[in-house]
């Protein structure tokens, strides 16, 4: 993969009373060296980050993914990023973009170690190829991740809900995936319910209703999800958030894997056992993803 | 915190027939811009690290650090390290310690995203100043971290018993520790059982025998802690792993935290219950502890 375009923040300075950030980004080389080896992003995996995806230059959901930062941000005790000047950042980085489809990705570092303030920086590349996987599909395992489901409510320590840079596990259970001869998986508790894919959300479909597992069990608040329960509620369609037991995997009309960059992968299996597929609603609803979208 | 050295390492380098590693090498100023933003130890917490602590210029423990290494290398799917070239490093960075005590810190990362090989460093830093945290001992608190006791064997994909990057629970862990006014935490298994501390082990005395969490619940194999107890062995102590209740630290005779460059911490209380201590003993252990151990 080629960078585009990279810019360093300074989150702590003060905003310009025009309006305008400009001052406090810094244009990089994004294949140079530019972070100490002193980062704690690197040393401790401590900070946020967000993808959005860019469709021929427009940044998708940038508001639903900065208020996910926000809010990561909260749960990692880090100081609150200001909107603003992350706003603007990204629509620089989505006008190095070009045509096609691109990611924009945003990191908040605790900074250096027994340094002053937060590091903070974005990056613009060139998306994968994901037209064939969106149309044909993933097969998909389902991979305990160790917690009950009433686990994050009692425990913030574990920072669950927030998307933290500490993700070797979610790059593990990807490499478990494959391993079991599948492209992706399902994150299951230990007592048996459904939560997110390692880095997508899963919804089901089961007549005309669509559901999602519910966020109380320390999964991330899908921005394409979101935006896509919005767009099946417009067409009269029912959502719902709801605690999904792993064998109701079994029994749906309809399941994908949706997410900023990837889109909506249809799930062609689980665990082996084939899922129906639904060739024309998945296009359509890629369709809509791939459509400009605020 | 003043950087004294860093140098990064090719790690797919082949070693030179000679037996020397020092071609790659290269020492850079640890200040300045080293790793690009697409690292994946920055980008994901992705990759592994070791602290070994260093005592006038004389690396700790060092065989023992890079077994867990490559331990820890193992369990994440990344390429073996090559042992003689990371022993090579450490003495070149302790060499650069000086008097008194550092901390030299490994790090294997997986390397840059969709590069060809991981990237690998090594630093040098003088420690903080633990004397008095080793005579007055810390205040920690029980945390949960959401896992069963019998989790770590049935999921390898969550990593547990590899020290990874992704450390930002375990940050996040001691931030709730202190938000109790606590120094440090043990985490507990959710059914019960006690663990290790964010960054250190847990060793505790009852009579003549020191006994520590065993290692299947999923916790690393301090190296700090199997080198006191080889010297407690030595001196007619009894030593065991076993499978410790919460509520068993309420009845010990002494308790300690044991890591590579604090060393041994007294606990002097636990969920604001007062341990009993004894000062004479935990010098004694601290004295070891600081002289020269391979």
Redesign the interface.
Known sequence: ?A?RF?LTIDPAAPGDPRGSFAETFTV?D??????????L???????I?ESIGVVDGHPQEVAAHLERLVHSARI??LPEPHVGQWREAVAAAAAACGPGESVV?L?L??GV??GPAPTA?V?AAPAADFAAVRERGVRVVT??????LD?PA??????LGAK??????????L??AKRRGADDAIFTT?DGFVLEAPTASLILRRGDTFVTPAPHGGILRGTTQVSLFAHLEEQGFATAYATIAVSDLATVDAAWLVSSVRLAAPITAVDGVALPMDAAFTAAINEYLLSPRD
């Open positions: 993969m960078w990279a990089i994004p294949a140079a060296p530019a972070l100490s080896v002193g980062e992003s690197t040393q401790r995996g401590d900070g980050f990692c005790d990705k990191i570092s605790r170690e027994h920086w990056t991979l305990d991740r160790g917690y009950a686990v009692r425990a913030p320590w574990l920072l933290t840079l500490s993700y070797a596990v979610n790059m593990a259970a490499r478990e230990s």
